[in-house]
């Protein structure tokens, strides 16, 4: 997002934006295309507004030479009151001056209302897209998106009373000259649709150019902002001198690129300077000579040169203004495959409603139905297979497993962060996919392994799923996740902001915000995913205390390492390789389950109690 | 919250004096291509010089040519014109590359003169500066020198010459109507002043609302999965919604101050140029000044408005420019906490480390260690329990100098870690911190990380040593999976699999592991631990871990409270002696299996 004042006429200068591949119309761009015939359609007002300032624009702004040759002809070399003359040239100038302060302001007022209601589009409809799209689109792809193409795109927004007033200039005073002096014109004219030419072929040429040395900053952006946001990882292992040979590689890159872009600039910008002297030159050659043949007048000759240099840069424009509505089309093209991605995890079109708890009936019961998974839609290899498990309301389970066995997986489906490949999961006897999404996940909510804060004060943070919520609710959910005393600690406790990602809190004061931040919600079901690993263990017995409050209230299902968490829990899962290899007590599994030992790291029951585990054992 | 683009605001407005050393010392950065700049800067002149010849030319063409019917003199000034033209083309063209070319080396140096400054800092550094802010320096704050360098400077020095040369033809031609034409000069400086402060003050409520429209965009995304869990995705587009709709207003502010000023500008070239024929017209009735001198001043009135009002634009461009220099000059000038040595002293490759007497603060905190002293022996390994926030990985980072004491010292093998090159020192002390960073690229590319020159077979070496070699094969791409922005393909242990395979590769003497298998599951732990212990035989290791099962395989427990050292020895003698450690594993003892 250029926040430059771009001038007037974008001109070569006025950078373009963004981004890689198709930038010709291809077939492929009739989604960009319609978009931005929407967009337009949208702004109609505005753009007739905008081309009725552009026709005024021109209107004064070709007579000004006219009346700039009479006053030479008739003012000095003749009689009349020259006053008269320069009133005249003076007044319309005036007018088109109006004109095109009008036509500026309409024509960047359309531009960059399509550019926030796109924009707003776009980020809705990010928000909506479901999480399979998003683990497979990087974040800073979505920004261009956001970003450098709807700068893109929008830019033709602002050509149209642009082009208008541009196209209306050459028609307007080629129509002058011509019946002025014919051949004259004719010869003046001549070379002056290479300049749009020469325009044209500049801008397709500059703008693969340009975009090779954004791809390349990108690039170094990247290595920049990996390598800060990893420094604690580049120090650790003297990664320095790793990491600054690939900034230097990225920097000669866009060194390399950016040389490329000025040799473009110096191949076409003198030419297009050019070739109106010489047409320049061809009126004062030729005209001249008429003038001393008397076959034309001195401000007839004046008037044609001022007339070339008014044609220039309309003339360049409009050589530029084809490949810029087809960068504008690819970018529209872009912005559409996002928009036009529709959400895979959608509301059911008659959603069923949750059953209310009443005394004899809890609610939070939630069943795994023979559920087969893998990411990338199926198509990745199955992460999740056959897994079929019934927790009942209230009841707490513990799943337990491997590094990679697919713990985090299960957390993920059961609030519907993707859909089962084959069998089903149902909360309260209703399959999860006839659940309206808002509902459901106010059922149930998941504590993520790795925390996200917002930037914003705790209790923003806390209050999430509900900002309205009092501040005692928000203070006894602190207190539930064991959060309340140290948040308290803080000189502004609640208020106390969080900046870039929270970083300035210990990995175990965010976990506990953010179990803070579920419990507010107060969930149906509630899903820890290792939740607490980074608390130590002098405040193990806290946590537990408190995790055994929020256990009771209602369903949970825990995925923890640590026995003295998983011991909390009414029931034990252990998954292996996606399946459910045993289920139990905890000190059942202990007791019979030779892999539950070993997952665990735990000696032979029995022995448990006191014995240290010697190294490398079982 | 603008720190996404280092948050620009009144900082950007430089005082003279300010913007006198920021351009002394560019002049001195640039000193190795002074001479072409300088070459640059006489080509502009000279086609400037072609520009201003053509009016001239017409002139002569009227007075001389024309008017008196002599096609002689006409047809020498059409030459004239044309080889001036052409000499223009040529010199504008070598002006660009030249230019350009000055400007690109320039920035080249510049970027990785900045990197390499970030990259010597120490992790203070980053304690201290917000990682966005730091990040805009080499993206925003450069970006902002780029696009100087790719058009504005030529624009800006091209319509400067251009402006001056103008102004200086008019005189030559004739003096008496200059004085006519200057009266729009008020006008037209009132206005430029006042565009250019309002338009800075527009474009700075710009930048800072883009700013803020980005890293709300961006914080939109990376949260979307806790917006969706929370089914929070209308409100959050609505709160969007509000930033995008300042960011708009913004727009149409700035808008507004040019819809203005343009028009002035047009207007004011247009009544000049009725002055000129006018009063001009005047005198070329009293005899007093040729027509041709009235034509020639009319037409270089038609190229003395255009750079005014380019002038004005890029003047923002320009001063933006200069606070982006100052500001990067200030990071380059910011002191290295942790500095090599003048004259290092080579380490052995393996040796006891000695802590002694060792305080510590972060900045000017509270103490956070006092008076430390602790030899860990070559070979031994040695584990750091103790509550959260006591010292253990601020001692573990101060073994490994990612800081240095604030008294006391720390040696390896005697020899003083301040006396030590950073390069070397990191050959023997790595540390594998709990939150193993992915980068961008595959399993295998990110493993190298402390070893670039490793091939796969090393890589999968080291996997193999720490027995997780079989899980990483398992992806369908093996050691080529990428694993996506922040290892987001990883399940959270393999990550820290990955992040310990790093370790194993580098192979050091010492390693200190910061609670780097926290998100294993016990097992696996044990695995890796049992392996990297094979594998760190003759090497030390000191382990930092919530779980006491670590410190029970180590040969000594070092409990860490309140800054300081509160009780050392085995795991047996500790137990049995029934203090803090015994009282420890206790509780822990009491919540295993
Ligand atoms: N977004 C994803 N795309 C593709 N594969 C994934 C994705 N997330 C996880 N996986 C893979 O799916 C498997 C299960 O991952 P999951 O995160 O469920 O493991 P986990 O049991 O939670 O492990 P951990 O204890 O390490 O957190 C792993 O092999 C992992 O590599
Ligand atoms: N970068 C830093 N800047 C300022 N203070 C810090 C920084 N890192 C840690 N501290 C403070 O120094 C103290 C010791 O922190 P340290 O990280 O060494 O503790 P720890 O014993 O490793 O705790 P944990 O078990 O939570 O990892 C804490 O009070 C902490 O708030
Ligand atoms: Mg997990």
């Not at chain 1, 963004?18 to 291809?26: A, C, L, P, Y």
């Not at chain 1, 929008?154 to 307007?172: D, E, K, R």
């Not at chain 2, 079989?470 to 990955?498: D, M, P």
């Amino acid at each position: 997002m250029s926040g430059q004042q771009p001038s007037d006429e974008p001109t070569g200068s006025s950078e373009p934006s963004n981004e890689r591949d198709s930038i010709d119309g291809s077939p492929a761009n009739s989604r960009g295309r319609h978009l931005l015939v929407d967009a337009l359609r949208r702004q109609r007002l505005g753009l007739l507004m905008g081309m009725g300032a552009a026709l005024g624009w021109t209107a004064f702004r070709v007579t000004v030479p006219r009346l700039i040759q009479l006053g030479i002809d008739r003012g000095i070399r003749g009689t009349d009151p020259l006053w008269r003359w320069s009133l005249f040239i003076a007044i319309a100038g005036m007018f088109s001056g109006i004109f095109l302060g009008l036509r500026r302001y309409t024509a960047f007022r359309n531009a960059r209302r399509v550019e926030a209601r796109t924009r707003d589009r776009l980020f809705a409809h990010i928000q909506r897209l479901h999480i399979a799209y998003h683990d497979v689109t990087a974040t800073g792809e979505l920004m261009s998106r956001a970003n450098t193409d709807l700068q893109q795109f929008q830019n033709v927004v602002t050509m149209v009373p642009i082009t208008t007033g541009n196209a209306l200039i050459v028609v307007a005073v080629a129509v002058v000259m011509l019946l002025t002096d014919p051949v004259l014109a004719l010869l003046a004219l001549i070379g002056l649709p290479l300049v749009n030419l020469l325009g044209k072929k500049f801008s397709e040429k500059l703008h693969p150019a340009v975009l090779a040395v954004q791809k390349e900053s990108a690039e170094l952006a990247g290595v920049v902002e990996e390598t800060v946001a990893g420094m604690r990882v580049v120090k650790g292992f003297g990664a320095e001198g790793v990491q600054a040979e690939k900034l230097v590689t990225e920097a000669d890159d866009v060194y390399r690129e950016s040389i490329r872009v000025s040799r473009i600039r110096a191949r076409y910008l003198p030419g297009i300077e050019l070739v109106p002297n010489v047409g320049l030159v061809i009126v004062l050659a030729y005209g001249g000579q008429l003038v001393i043949d008397d076959q034309l007048t001195i401000g007839q000759l004046v008037g044609f040169n001022l007339y070339v240099l008014m044609l220039i840069q309309p003339l360049r424009m409009l050589g530029m203004v084809v490949a810029q509505w087809q960068r504008a089309i690819a970018a529209g093209d872009r912005i559409a495959e996002v928009l036009d991605t529709a959400p895979v995890i959608v509301d059911p079109s008659h959603p069923t409603a949750l059953p209310e708890a009443t005394r004899t009936s809890p609610v939070g019961r939630i069943e795994f139905n023979h559920v087969h998974f893998g990411y990338a839609g199926g198509s990745g290899p199955p992460v999740l297979t056959d897994f079929h498990l019934t927790i009942n309301a209230g009841e707490s389970v513990a799943i337990v497993g491997p590094t990679g066995c697919g713990k985090s997986t299960v957390a993920r489906l059961a609030p519907r962060f993707y859909d089962v490949d084959d069998g089903s999961i149902l909360l309260d006897g209703i399959d999860l996919r006839e659940l309206e999404r808002r509902e459901l996940r106010r059922a149930i909510s998941l504590v993520f392994e790795d925390t996200f804060l917002f930037s914003g004060t705790i209790r923003e943070n806390i209050a999430f799923a509900d900002p309205d919520a009092s501040m005692d609710d928000v203070r006894q959910a602190a207190t539930l996740a064991g959060a309340r005393d140290f948040i308290e600690d803080f000189e502004l406790g609640f208020d106390t902001q969080l900046g870039e990602r929270g970083l300035s809190l210990s990995g175990g004061q965010r976990q506990r915000i953010s179990i803070a931040r579920s419990l507010l919600a107060n969930p149906r079901v509630l899903i820890l995913d290792d939740a607490t690993s980074a608390v130590d263990p002098t405040k193990e017995h806290e946590i537990r205390d408190a995790m055994q409050e929020v256990m009771a209230k209602r369903t949970t299902i825990v995925i923890a390492h640590r026995a003295a968490t998983i011991s909390l829990a009414d029931r034990v899962v252990v998954l292996d390789e996606g399946r459910i290899v045993a289920e139990g007590t905890h000190s059942d599994l202990l007791a019979t389950n030779e892999r539950y030992r070993e997952i665990l790291a735990a000696s032979d029951a029995g022995e448990s109690d006191d014995t240290p585990v010697p190294a490398g054992a079982s | 919250m603008g720190w996404l683009q280092g948050g620009v605001t009144e900082e950007d407005r430089l005082d003279l004096t300010a913007t006198g050393a920021v351009l002394a010392r560019t002049a001195r950065l640039a000193a190795p291509y002074r001479r072409l700049g300088i070459r640059a800067f006489f080509l502009l002149v000279a086609w400037t010089g072609t520009i201003l010849a053509g009016p001239f030319l017409v002139r002569r063409a009227l007075d001389d040519g024309i008017r008196v019917g002599d096609s002689g003199v006409l047809f020498e000034s059409v030459v004239a014109y044309l080889a001036a033209a052409l000499l223009g083309y040529v010199l504008y063209r070598s002006a660009i590359v030249t230019l350009a070319s000055v400007g690109e080396s320039f920035l080249r140096d510049m970027r990785i003169r900045v990197f390499d400054r970030l990259l010597r800092q120490a992790l203070g550094f980053y304690d201290r500066n917000k990682s966005g802010v730091l990040v805009s320096r080499m993206t925003s704050d450069i970006d902002s020198l780029s696009e100087l360098v790719q058009f504005g400077l030529l624009m800006f020095t091209g319509a400067l010459l251009q402006l001056i040369g103008t102004i200086v033809a008019l005189g030559f031609l004739s003096g008496r109507l200059l004085l006519v034409c200057l009266i729009s000069v008020p006008i037209v400086a009132l206005a430029s002043v006042k565009f250019q402060r309002d338009s800075n003050r527009a474009y700075l409520v710009v930048r800072d609302r883009i700013g803020l429209t980005l890293s709300a965009l961006q914080e939109g995304i990376a949260g979307v999965r806790i917006v969706q869990a929370f089914g929070r995705e209308e409100l959050e587009a609505s709160r969007f919604s509000r930033t995008n709709d300042s960011l708009y207003r913004s727009h149409m502010d700035s808008v507004k101050v040019a819809a203005w000023y343009l028009p002035i500008i047009e207007m004011a070239g247009t009544i000049t140029t009725a002055a000129a024929i006018g009063i001009g017209g005047w005198w070329v009735r009293s005899g007093e000044l040729s027509i041709g001198t009235v034509v020639a001043f009319v037409l270089l009135l038609q190229g003395m408005f255009e750079p005014v009002q380019q002038l004005s634009q890029l003047f923002n461009l320009v001063q933006s420019a200069t606070a982006s220099l100052s500001k990067l000059y200030e990071l380059i000038d910011e002191p290295i906490e942790v500095p090599d040595p003048d004259e290092p002293q080579s380490l052995s490759p393996a040796g006891e480390i000695d802590v002694s007497n060792l305080s510590f603060s972060y900045g000017d905190g509270p103490r956070v260690l006092s008076n430390v002293d602790l030899t860990v022996g070559a070979g031994e390994r040695i584990a750091f329990v103790g509550p959260t926030g006591a010292g253990k990985s601020t001692l573990a980072k101060l073994i490994a100098r990612l800081y240095d004491p604030s008294e006391g010292s720390i040696s390896f093998d005697g020899v003083d870690l301040r006396s030590a090159t950073g390069r070397e020192l990191r050959d023997r002390v790595l540390v594998v911190p709990q939150e193993g960073h992915l980068f961008t690229g595959t399993v295998a590319d990110n493993i190298r990380i402390a070893k670039p020159d490793a091939s796969d077979d090393e890589v999968r070496d080291a996997l193999d040593r720490i027995g997780v070699l079989g899980r990483i094969e398992g992806f369908e791409n093996g050691l080529h999976t990428e694993v996506r922005e922040g290892g987001a393909r990883l399940s959270a242990g393999e990550r820290q699999l990955v992040s310990l395979a790093r370790a194993a590769l580098a192979d050091p003497a010492v390693l200190v592991l910061d609670e780097a298998t926290s998100s294993l599951d016990p097992g696996t732990e044990l695995i890796v631990e049992g392996a990297l212990e094979e594998l760190m035989t003759d090497r030390t290791v000191i382990a930092i871990a919530h779980r006491l099962s670590t410190s029970q395989r180590c040969d000594r427990v070092a409990v860490i409270d309140e800054g300081g050292i509160a009780e050392i020895g085995t795991h047996d003698d500790l137990v049995a002696a029934g203090g803090h450690y015994a009282a420890l594993f206790d509780a822990w003892q009491r919540g295993q299996p």
